[in-house]
């Protein structure tokens, strides 16, 4: 591969510039062999956290969840209760931190960020025609340009799977680097919606791609289709922040979403970060999870290691 | 830094005797005319516990009582009540694996994650898969038996088999002995490596849990003599060995001329290929397994990586960076990658090995890992610029030291790999399809792995070409071994 030479690290911005630069240039990644990333992230599962690394491991997963609602029945009501629990997970326990993000809908902005306000915690919105991306360019920057002027500063974006698919990548670049230019100041997310692009080789691409294209996150799911976030598929993308960190200097953030509702399920992400890419990503600058009910179980946990008995689910506050 | 803490496996739950007799005709015995010995954890030093020497009474005790066992019980016995007894032994090893696994990983000391994962559910299938062929001899492509009737019966076994094992893999190599021969209708004396011997001797305690008739399993420990004195014993009819090269050929000499079936399973000196096309974070992995598994004590362990030059620097690089994270330290701890070196001999062999590397100019890299003190211990090490005159290129070290050589072309690489007196595994790493299937036609390798490797299962024969020994182990060829065709 090319992309870790020297002598490459200059040529990478030209790549978005034509089509056929592209394409060479993701083809020539080196593949993913299925059944070996499978096989390393299930390795990575067996570790055993336990005692102070489990505590250490949990309050960490607390202040990286982007605690998330993207239904058709939001309101201002339900996502202020969101935004205050985001604030506050624990209410009984101020020692307990506050989580990395609250992620709504483009029309809850505003009324997320009323009570985020100068909190430290950062309102995410989901914009260009989320989930499916499939709208006029046009459409999807104003729809980013205006979540940008409702409050949001990060913009979790989709790209679009069918030009993916259909081999246009100079096409989904494009739509990226707009996206970035729309989203001002405001951290740009870029969703690659892994379950639709079916290979681990196509994951790698399209991470490349998101990364070339000026992405400071990519984030696996939408959540709307039927395989979210996987391990082996998360284990890929932190594959490729760390080479494209190694080749271009630029360190981006991984965000898993979709389908990570247990302490456990969160650990073993921890774990591979740790053992794939290093500390440097072991911050929620780094590192999100996309998840709802996953706060929830990480507070269950957190309880159970201070006071020693689980407390029933009365005792944890409802989103 | 995220550190883990410590996750010791509890070892309450295996029960070590003080002191083991030998297992002979179904009870643990006195030795009448051995002496015993201490079997050591290797990771602390301490005495597990004191085990019997067999002498050549004993040995010959054993060999009567598998013989009456053989003629009495187990041969006339019909395969489908065999399978009873094969099956039950499946499944009480699956019910005590844990046990199986703390014990094993005490005596041995192979991490704990390996011995759970790896070890103890492949004894298992062995098990079970050969105690299905049990009842279906006649189908194993060997032919019947013709009888003086129109059908034939189910060919028929050997006799008393005699079977000396590693320390490497002390219950799978077992299992992989005891199981076919077993299944085929043979009666065995099984001496376990004088290191570790305790599993062995809890597998004695499951064959009377299994009710198995007095005398099909005897069970003698001791060192190298007791193992002569029981593969020259003139009452045995066939004779398995797993072990090195230097013993396999001292007693291939003792039995030549005699009745008795041979086969060995000897060292190797393994290449894994890396082609410039291979996916390389997972051939990263495969080569970590492959060297790195169970201390590099495997017979078939990826020992000679030869790289394409052209990728060479990027592939190191990521090899350094995934060495960094391996874990080395107390066996039962659930996050130790690699555990103890099995004996203080082995360290001292692999010590002058390594050293014969440096003095012969090949640049010697480990990542900073810290040892405990007591036990035996030797961090994870790659030799670079090894050239195919490298003594680290041609002897098997059998420990967790990698010697990286370079390749140009694909001719090149089978040419180097071939070029070893051994010839008992191989592993290819390509995006193409067609190159795998040039290579595996040309490598002289009895396992030949296609981006993986290290993967065994029990319906896949394992064997070797050259001085790796002869016949095969697993599938319906591990049978062959062990029936009169």
Same mark, same amino acid.
């Given at each position: 591969?090319?992309?870790?030479?020297?002598?490459?690290?200059?040529?990478?911005?030209?790549? =978005?510039?034509?089509?056929?630069?592209?394409?060479?240039?993701?083809?020539?990644?080196?593949?993913?062999?299925?059944?070996?990333?499978?096989?390393?992230?299930?390795?990575?599962?067996?570790?055993?956290?336990?005692?102070?690394?489990?505590?250490?491991?949990?309050? /960490?997963?607390?202040?990286?969840?982007?605690?998330?609602?993207?239904?058709?029945?939001?309101?201002?009501?339900?996502?202020?209760?969101?935004?205050?629990?985001?604030?506050?997970?624990?209410?009984?326990?101020?020692?307990?931190?506050?989580?990395?993000?609250?992620?709504?809908?483009?029309?809850?902005?505003?009324?997320?960020?009323?009570?985020?306000? =100068?909190?430290?915690?950062?309102?995410?919105?989901?914009?260009?025609?989320?989930?499916?991306?499939?709208?006029?360019?046009?459409?999807?920057?104003?729809?980013?340009?205006?979540?940008?002027?409702?409050?949001?500063?990060?913009?979790?974006?989709?790209?679009?799977?069918?030009?993916?698919?259909?081999?246009?990548?100079?096409?989904?670049?494009?739509?990226?680097?707009?996206?970035?230019?729309?989203? =001002?100041?405001?951290?740009?997310?870029?969703?690659?919606?892994?379950?639709?692009?079916?290979?681990?080789?196509?994951?790698?691409?399209?991470?490349?791609?998101?990364?070339?294209?000026?992405?400071?996150?990519?984030?696996?799911?939408?959540?709307?289709?039927?395989?979210?976030?996987?391990?082996?598929?998360? /284990?890929?993308?932190?594959?490729?922040?760390?080479?494209?960190?190694?080749?271009?200097?630029?360190?981006?953030?991984?965000?898993?979403?979709?389908?990570?509702?247990?302490?456990?399920?969160?650990?073993?992400?921890?774990?591979?970060?740790?053992?794939?890419?290093?500390?440097?990503? /072991?911050?929620?600058?780094?590192?999100?999870?996309?998840?709802?009910?996953?706060?929830?179980?990480?507070?269950?946990?957190?309880?159970?290691?201070?006071?020693?008995?689980?407390?029933?689910?009365?005792?944890?506050?409802?989103? | 830094?995220?550190?883990?803490?410590?996750?010791?496996?509890?070892?309450?739950?295996?029960?070590? $005797?003080?002191?083991?007799?030998?297992?002979?005709?179904?009870?643990?015995?006195?030795?009448?005319? #051995?002496?015993?010995?201490?079997?050591?954890? !290797?990771?602390?030093?301490?005495?597990?516990?004191?085990?019997?020497?067999?002498?050549?009474?004993?040995?010959?005790?054993?060999?009567?009582?598998?013989?009456?066992?053989?003629?009495?019980?187990? #041969?006339?016995?019909?395969?489908?009540?065999?399978?009873?007894?094969?099956?039950?032994?499946?499944?009480?090893?699956?019910?005590?694996?844990?046990?199986?696994?703390?014990?094993?990983?005490?005596?041995?000391? @192979?991490?704990?994650?390996?011995?759970?994962?790896?070890?103890?559910?492949?004894?298992?299938?062995?098990?079970?898969? *050969?105690?299905?062929?049990?009842?279906?001899?006649? *189908?194993?492509?060997?032919?019947?038996?013709?009888?003086?009737?129109?059908?034939?019966?189910?060919?028929? !076994?050997?006799?008393?088999?005699?079977?000396?094992?590693?320390?490497?893999?002390?219950?799978?190599?077992? %299992?992989?002995?005891?199981?076919?021969?077993?299944?085929?209708?043979?009666?065995?004396?099984? @001496?376990?490596?004088?290191?570790?011997?305790?599993?062995?001797?809890?597998? %004695?305690?499951?064959?009377?849990?299994?009710?198995?008739?007095?005398?099909?399993?005897?069970?003698?420990?001791?060192?190298?003599?007791?193992?002569?004195?029981?593969?020259?014993?003139?009452?045995?009819?066939?004779?398995?060995?797993?072990?090195?090269?230097?013993?396999?050929?001292?007693?291939?000499?003792?039995?030549?001329?005699?009745? @008795?079936?041979?086969?060995?399973?000897?060292?190797?000196?393994?290449?894994?290929?890396?082609?410039?096309?291979? !996916?390389?974070?997972?051939?990263?992995?495969?080569?970590?397994?492959?060297?790195?598994?169970?201390?590099?004590?495997?017979?078939?362990?990826?020992?000679?990586?030869?790289?394409?030059?052209?990728?060479?620097? $990027?592939?190191?690089?990521?090899?350094? $960076?995934?060495?960094?994270?391996?874990?080395?330290?107390?066996?039962?701890?659930?996050?130790?990658?690699?555990?103890?070196?099995?004996?203080?001999?082995?360290?001292?062999?692999?010590?002058?090995?390594?050293?014969?590397?440096?003095?012969?100019?090949?640049?010697?890299?480990?990542?900073?890992?810290?040892?405990?003190?007591?036990?035996?211990?030797?961090? !994870?090490?790659?030799?670079?610029?090894?050239?195919?005159?490298?003594?680290?290129?041609?002897?098997?070290?059998?420990?967790?030291?990698?010697?990286?050589?370079?390749?140009?072309?694909?001719?090149?690489?089978?040419?180097?790999?071939?070029?070893?007196?051994?010839?008992?595994?191989?592993?290819?790493?390509?995006?193409?399809?067609?190159?795998?299937?040039?290579? %595996?036609?040309?490598?002289?390798?009895?396992?030949?792995?296609?981006?993986?490797?290290? @993967?065994?299962?029990?319906?896949?024969?394992?064997?070797? *070409?050259?001085?790796?020994? *002869? #016949?095969?182990?697993?599938? $319906?060829?591990?049978?062959?071994?062990?029936?009169?065709?």
């Amino acid at each position: 591969m090319t992309a870790t030479t020297t002598s490459a690290r200059s040529d990478l911005s030209e790549l =978005g510039r034509s089509e056929t630069a592209l394409r060479t240039f993701l083809h020539g990644l080196p593949g993913v062999d299925q059944v070996g990333a499978e096989q390393r992230a299930a390795q990575l599962g067996t570790r055993s956290i336990k005692t102070t690394a489990k505590a250490q491991a949990i309050d /960490l997963a607390i202040r990286m969840v982007d605690l998330t609602t993207l239904e058709g029945a939001d309101t201002p009501g339900k996502v202020r209760a969101l935004a205050a629990k985001a604030l506050r997970p624990d209410p009984a326990d101020p020692s307990c931190p506050h989580v990395g993000a609250v992620c709504v809908y483009p029309t809850m902005v505003p009324h997320v960020a009323e009570v985020l306000r =100068g909190s430290g915690v950062h309102l995410a919105s989901v914009a260009t025609a989320f989930p499916s991306g499939q709208a006029p360019l046009e459409v999807k920057l104003a729809d980013t340009r205006a979540a940008v002027e409702a409050g949001a500063d990060e913009i979790d974006m989709v790209i679009n799977r069918g030009a993916f698919l259909a081999g246009r990548y100079k096409e989904v670049y494009d739509e990226i680097v707009a996206t970035k230019e729309a989203s =001002g100041d405001a951290h740009l997310k870029v969703i690659l919606e892994t379950g639709e692009l079916a290979t681990y080789d196509n994951v790698r691409r399209a991470s490349w791609l998101a990364m070339l294209a000026g992405g400071d996150f990519i984030k696996t799911s939408t959540g709307k289709v039927p395989v979210a976030a996987t391990p082996p598929v998360t /284990l890929v993308m932190l594959e490729a922040v760390r080479d494209f960190r190694a080749a271009t200097g630029r360190q981006v953030g991984v965000k898993p979403a979709g389908g990570i509702r247990t302490t456990k399920d969160a650990i073993k992400y921890l774990v591979m970060i740790n053992e794939t890419v290093g500390a440097d990503w /072991l911050d929620p600058d780094w590192f999100r999870f996309g998840a709802s009910s996953l706060l929830n179980d990480l507070l269950m946990q957190r309880t159970k290691l201070t006071t020693g008995v689980y407390s029933g689910p009365d005792y944890f506050t409802l989103d | 830094m995220f550190e883990y803490a410590p996750a010791p496996e509890s070892r309450s739950v295996v029960d070590i $005797r003080p002191s083991y007799g030998l297992f002979i005709g179904g009870r643990f015995v006195d030795p009448t005319d #051995g002496g015993s010995f201490k079997s050591i954890n !290797p990771a602390s030093e301490e005495v597990l516990a004191e085990v019997a020497e067999a002498g050549a009474q004993d040995v010959d005790r054993a060999v009567r009582a598998a013989r009456e066992a053989y003629e009495k019980v187990w #041969g006339p016995m019909p395969g489908r009540d065999r399978a009873k007894y094969l099956f039950r032994i499946a499944r009480i090893i699956q019910e005590r694996s844990r046990e199986l696994a703390v014990l094993e990983s005490l005596d041995n000391g @192979k991490p704990i994650k390996e011995s759970r994962d790896v070890d103890l559910p492949l004894v298992a299938a062995h098990f079970f898969y *050969y105690a299905g062929w049990a009842d279906k001899l006649a *189908y194993a492509g060997f032919g019947q038996r013709p009888t003086s009737q129109h059908s034939g019966t189910d060919p028929r !076994p050997l006799g008393v088999a005699a079977q000396v094992i590693p320390w490497n893999f002390p219950l799978l190599m077992l %299992a992989w002995k005891i199981a076919p021969a077993l299944a085929a209708g043979n009666t065995v004396v099984l @001496k376990p490596a004088e290191t570790t011997p305790l599993s062995a001797l809890l597998f %004695a305690e499951i064959c009377q849990q299994a009710d198995l008739p007095a005398g099909v399993v005897n069970i003698v420990t001791g060192a190298g003599e007791t193992g002569r004195t029981l593969v020259e014993h003139p009452g045995v009819d066939k004779v398995a060995f797993t072990g090195s090269t230097e013993v396999g050929r001292a007693i291939a000499r003792a039995v030549a001329g005699t009745r @008795k079936k041979l086969t060995l399973e000897l060292g190797g000196k393994a290449a894994n290929i890396v082609f410039d096309d291979a !996916p390389i974070d997972q051939a990263v992995e495969g080569i970590v397994n492959g060297i790195f598994f169970n201390q590099g004590h495997v017979c078939c362990a990826g020992s000679r990586l030869l790289v394409q030059e052209s990728v060479a620097d $990027r592939v190191l690089e990521s090899l350094k $960076r995934r060495m960094a994270q391996l874990r080395v330290g107390d066996p039962l701890d659930k996050n130790t990658d690699i555990g103890a070196i099995n004996s203080a001999a082995q360290l001292a062999r692999i010590r002058e090995l390594s050293e014969a590397g440096a003095a012969e100019g090949a640049e010697r890299w480990s990542p900073p890992c810290q040892l405990p003190e007591r036990g035996f211990w030797f961090a !994870p090490t790659i030799f670079t610029g090894v050239t195919q005159a490298h003594r680290i290129a041609r002897e098997e070290i059998f420990g967790p030291v990698l010697s990286v050589l370079t390749f140009r072309t694909p001719a090149e690489a089978v040419e180097k790999a071939n070029n070893t007196p051994y010839g008992l595994s191989a592993g290819i790493w390509t995006d193409k399809g067609s190159r795998i299937l040039w290579m %595996a036609d040309r490598l002289r390798a009895g396992v030949v792995w296609a981006n993986t490797f290290n @993967k065994f299962d029990p319906t896949s024969p394992f064997g070797g *070409y050259k001085e790796s020994g *002869y #016949g095969r182990e697993g599938g $319906r060829h591990g049978l062959e071994g062990y029936l009169n065709v």
